[in-house]
């Protein structure tokens, strides 16, 4: 069983993974979380656009600053 301490380990974790990550323009951007930095910039792979819950763009690999996100969680 994995233990996170801090917010940072739960990132950590999940490197590697699909993360849905939550922006405050509406939009959600889906992908694997590539790297992020202690002010939760992030890096994704292979991630694509969502608004209203239905895909509206392939986007390949981003850079999101941190400022923009709302939540970041695992992708199903």
């Known amino acids: 069983m994995e233990t996170t ?10 490197r590697g993974k699909r993360v849905l990550v939550d922006l405050k ?22 991630s694509e656009e969502r608004v209203g819950g239905e895909l509206t763009r392939k986007l390949g690999t ?9 939540t970041i969680s695992p992708a199903n």
């Open 5 to 14: 301490s801090r917010p940072l380990d739960a990132l950590n974790s999940s």
């Open 25 to 46: 323009n509406q939009k959600q951007v889906i992908g694997k979380l590539k790297a992020f930095d202690i002010h939760i910039n992030v890096v994704l792979e292979e």
């Open 62 to 70: 981003v850079f999101i600053r941190g400022d923009t996100i709302v």
